[in-house]
């Protein structure tokens, strides 16, 4: 019994030696196919290599692109090109020139007014159909009530009789509204009157007119300037007592109205 352990273990002695070698054989292999991959790896091959220089050509074409473009905005104009300008000299620095007053001179002295030379006179309508007439009208009243002035308004939707006088008085068939007159000088429109005011000029000229109480209003017409006429009580027709007829009343307007004769007079 003893002998037949001892064989057997002679025989398998041998075997297990062999397997031994064996894995230790493979296993060097595989360690020096590894350090023969790190030590020179393989190179990419074709068609990966493709897509990255196709990548870096495109990165290169933008760049170039981009520095075409910068140059073409960067690029100063020569001096010696005549057709081009310096921003100094494109941009000219104004000139400041000294303000003539409006004070100082009226608009047109030759245009006078006659009869007024003691009164400021203002042609305007208080008819509603254009409204920046409407409003250029009312903007001057306003200015001239401002300083508790009597101002003797002529309108001309009240009385057809005023246009037809500012109309030879300005030597224009195509009068434009309000037309202002102080002193019997013609001064100008609601322009001119709103730039005198702003600018402290109309306070100048009005300082000889006299002031009304704050507040006063005729207490005939409540200053409309017009009243009804007495004669036809507005109707325009009186009664001819020798012809038996009706006849045109030759005191009032068209519009049956009369210049009041409490504030107008």
Known sequence: MAESGKNKTKSSSPSSGFL??????HASMAESKVHLFFKNPPPLSHNRAAPLSKFHNSIDSVKGKVKKLR???????????PTSPSPKESCPKPVLRPTKSIGSGFINPAIRLPGTEDRIVVYLTSLRGIRRTFEDCYAVKMIFRGFRLWVDERDISMDAAYKKELQNILKVKNVTLP?????GKYIGGADVIKSMFEMGELAKILDDFPRRQP??????????RFVPCGNCSGSRKVFDDDEGSLKRCFECNENGLIRCPGCCD
């Open 20 to 25: 031994n070698r064996s894995f230790t054989m």
């Open 71 to 81: 140059s073409l905005f960067e690029s100063k104009p020569s001096s010696s090109s």
């Open 179 to 183: 037309q202002v007159f102080i002193k």
């Open 215 to 224: 507040g006063f209003a005729c207490n005939a017409c409540g200053d409309v």
